[in-house]
């Protein structure tokens, strides 16, 4: 498929209510339900915390296709668990226009608009990233004390829940310990936010290893329905933007592993001194060896190839 990367979402007939580093949020008119929004995911990417100038073609189709799998997939398999996604695509009478809802085509979803808790319920199976960095210097992650004798990127003895502040765009998000996050979700939620997270994790590691993958950490979010005060999982689900994938048949301890999705675009960052740089455009190769990753471990995730997939949405 040989599109241009979409890095805005030019909606006339939405207003835009939020833009993050990847999605645009657009709420929906009032149906007379519960508040729903249009979840979009662009072709950005971000690599080393900043958005890259290009972005990387059909990445917010594979982002949200994904997503919507694992909304599938965790419904199953984690008992009680609920999730904002409702369906892919806008509902029929929202009032986009042909071109817009083409444009859109594979990469927004539907979903209930939650009150966001303020932090990044991240879980960690593997001690790499900054859990390595911490544990080299204080055996502990964010914290938590943990065995000693760990080797880079060895597999913990049980999954671990490590969440950190959830910063404002341009800002970096803080590891604090669970109690920490106690303190910021209050102490009525903190605890099945933790389970939910741990049991979402623990899901997902099992069918991703079924499939030659390893999601070494990831990042989950959790909203309120203020309403019902139920807790919900949103945004995106084990994505390659939120998770650390690695390869199974490639793993081994005590070395950094090359990651599934962004190592191409790191490494060039890395060797051409860009690191970190702002409106930064990568050449059309890391485009596509990107683009190739992306595809790749969404065909490995999901059994399906992402032609097929798209094939199957309005
Ligand atoms: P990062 O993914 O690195 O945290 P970001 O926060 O800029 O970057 P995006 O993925 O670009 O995130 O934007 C998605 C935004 O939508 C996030 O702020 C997230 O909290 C919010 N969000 C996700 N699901 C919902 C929902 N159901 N209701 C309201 N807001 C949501
Ligand atoms: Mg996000």
Redesign the pocket.
């Known amino acids: 498929m040989a599109s241009a990367a979409l890095t805005n979402i030019p909606l006339a007939s939405l207003p835009r209510i939020?833009?993050?580093?990847?999605?645009d949020?657009f709420p929906l008119p009032d149906m007379g339900e519960n508040p729903t929004?249009l979840?979009v995911?662009s072709d950005r990417i971000?690599a080393y915390d900043v958005i890259l100038k290009n972005g990387i073609p059909t990445k917010g189709a594979i982002l949200t296709l994904l997503s919507a799998k694992w909304f599938e997939v965790l419904s199953s398999r984690v008992p009680g668990l609920k999730h904002?996604f409702l369906h892919l695509g806008p509902p029929a009478s929202c009032g986009l226009t042909a071109d817009e809802q083409q444009m859109l085509r594979g990469r927004s979803m539907t979903?209930?608009?939650?009150?966001?808790f303020p932090i990044?319920a991240i879980v960690r199976g593997y001690v790499t990233g900054s859990a390595w960095a911490e544990y080299e210097k204080t055996q502990t992650i964010h914290g938590l004390p943990q065995p000693a004798g760990l080797k880079r990127c060895e597999r913990l003895p049980q999954p671990i829940y490590t969440p950190s502040t959830?910063a404002e765009?341009g800002d970096k998000?803080i590891n604090i310990s669970p109690d920490e996050a106690r303190g910021i979700v209050g102490d009525k939620y903190a605890s099945r936010i933790e389970e939910l997270a741990l049991a979402c994790y623990k899901a997902g590691a099992a069918y991703a290893e079924e499939r030659g993958i390893i999601i070494a950490d990831t990042?989950f979010?959790f909203?309120l329905d203020e309403e019902t005060d139920e807790i919900?999982l949103?945004?995106?689900v084990l994505t390659p933007?939120?998770s650390r994938f690695w390869s199974k048949a490639d793993y081994q301890v005590g070395r950094e592993q090359d990651s599934f999705d962004k190592q191409v675009l790191r490494n060039w960052l890395t060797d051409n001194g860009l690191k970190g740089k702002p409106d930064v455009e990568m050449p059309p190769e890391v485009v596509e060896k990107t683009k190739g990753r992306y595809t790749e471990v969404f065909k490995l995730m999901t059994g399906e190839s992402l032609e097929d997939a798209l094939a199957r949405v309005a």
């Open positions: 939020s833009q993050g580093k990847v999605r949020l929004l979840f995911t971000s904002h979903v209930r608009r939650l009150k966001i990044e959830k765009l998000d990042k979010e909203g919900y949103v945004d995106e933007d939120s």
